[in-house]
């Protein structure tokens, strides 16, 4: 069994934090072929700004719901973009999901990804189809709370929900958008994979990497 504790949270962030820098250029191109070009730029302020807050946090008596209330607050302080209340709303639900917990055990985890999740989909009211980042994380952990069904160990089930988020974020390019920015252009925006669903797939291969390591 897992024990995920603040210090493994805090360790989470940075690793996201630093990926989306790396990711920055592509995830910015990405929205550039069909939307506003600025999707790695809201990602990489957003994750910076939430790791800086979630570093400064007292690891002897900060709990994991204190970790993504902080990371929630700071994510959508940093972020201008639709992505902002989104993945506010996610960490927000993180945290209620952790709620009373001092450390996160493998059934926690998988419970704090579908609370993620839904989170995005309860914010932005988009369905899987739809050509959003809903087309990474619904499938990604619906095979997450699968594998977990199946008795998987945690690092299993991350590899699940990595394996179906990146078929979900494929599966983007045959599709018209019909929420967010994209969704003004139509048929014009096939061929093209959805910027939000390539960096939930960043961030699902962060806690992949994490938990396998
Ligand atoms: P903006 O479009 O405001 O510039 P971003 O570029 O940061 O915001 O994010 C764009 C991404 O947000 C899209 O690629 C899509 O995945 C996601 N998105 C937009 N609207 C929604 C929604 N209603 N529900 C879920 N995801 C959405
Ligand atoms: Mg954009
Ligand atoms: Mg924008």
Redesign the pocket.
Known sequence: MTTVTVEDLKALFTRIAEAMTREKDRLCEL?GL???A??GI??ELGFAAAAKAVSGLDATTADPTLVFNTAAKSFLNA??????P?YATALMRAGASAKGKSSLNDDDMVEIFTAFAKG??D????EVG?????DAWAPAAIACRAARDRGQPLAACLTAALEAGKAGADATKEMIAA????SRLGDRALGHM????AS?VVIIACLHIHFTS
Do not use: C, F, N
């Open positions: 929205d069909i939307g506003d600025d999707h809201a990602m972020v201008g973009a639709s992505s902002g989104l995005i989909q914010r932005g009211k988009a739809e050509k959003t980042m809903v929420k967010g920015r994209s959805d910027p939000g669903a939930a």
